[in-house]
């Protein structure tokens, strides 16, 4: 069965996120609470890694994972270009529930990117999942955490039914809020395309006045 560390204080959050760097940085997995759901965490240069991710997730090679980051400033390392337009959305919706896929920088693991040369990547607002990517210095993997096909979990008991012993540590941080999730916007064209509308409305984004327009995915 996976180890299950329960975040009670500032103490046990901080051994547990020792114990998890520890685990990521030697090619484990680890599961923890984000904003929506609970979500898988590997080392996103780790090729090896990231293959057991696909693995036990059962997950088509197909889908590209997306990567969490600790600060809008990290993003040139693992992105080929950011447009301005994009770098401002970052800057309003960053912490968040808002994901943006970038042409990949080499850094990043083709395994990760289903060999399409693009990345997801978004900054967590989650305390404990922004610890974790700011304690490590590699980006990592935040892939819900469930079978292909099936609810995402949002508390630790459901991770361990679904994975038992295929994830080293979970770090429990109580029940996730659930309701939807990230909002998915490839911002390689301009207008960007909304792959998935979540937490962050399509609204919310054209109010913003960065993208005059946004192309929904499903009316290609």
Not at 23 to 33: D, L, R, T
Not at 154 to 181: H, M, R, W
Request: contains cysteine; proline residues 6%; charged residues 15%.
């Amino acid at each position: 069965m996976s180890s299950i560390f329960t975040i009670t204080s500032d103490e046990s959050s901080q051994k547990g996120l020792i114990e998890a760097v520890r685990i990521i940085s030697e090619g484990g997995i680890v599961a923890f609470p984000t904003e929506s759901f609970y979500g898988l965490g590997v080392d996103a240069t780790n090729t090896g890694a990231v293959e057991n991710l696909f693995t036990i997730k059962k997950r088509g090679h197909n889908s590209p994972i997306l990567i969490l980051i600790s600060s809008l400033r990290n993003l040139p390392q693992y992105v080929a270009y950011t447009p301005s337009s994009a770098k401002r959305l970052g800057e309003k919706f960053w912490p968040g529930g808002l994901t943006m896929i970038f042409q990949s920088s080499p850094i990043v693991s083709p395994a990760l990117t289903s060999s399409t040369g693009k990345v997801g990547i978004r900054i967590s607002s989650h305390p404990l999942a922004h610890s974790l990517s700011k304690t490590l210095n590699v980006p990592i993997t935040a892939t819900s955490a469930n079978i292909s096909g099936m609810p995402p979990c949002i508390n630790a008991n459901q991770v361990v039914e679904y994975f038992n012993s295929a994830v080293d540590l979970i770090l429990d941080g109580s029940e996730t809020q659930g309701k939807c999730p990230s909002t998915i916007l490839d911002v390689t064209t301009d207008p960007p395309i909304l792959i998935r509308e979540g937490m962050v409305k399509a609204e919310e984004i054209i109010k913003s006045g960065i993208y005059k327009k946004i192309i929904n995915n499903k009316s290609q």
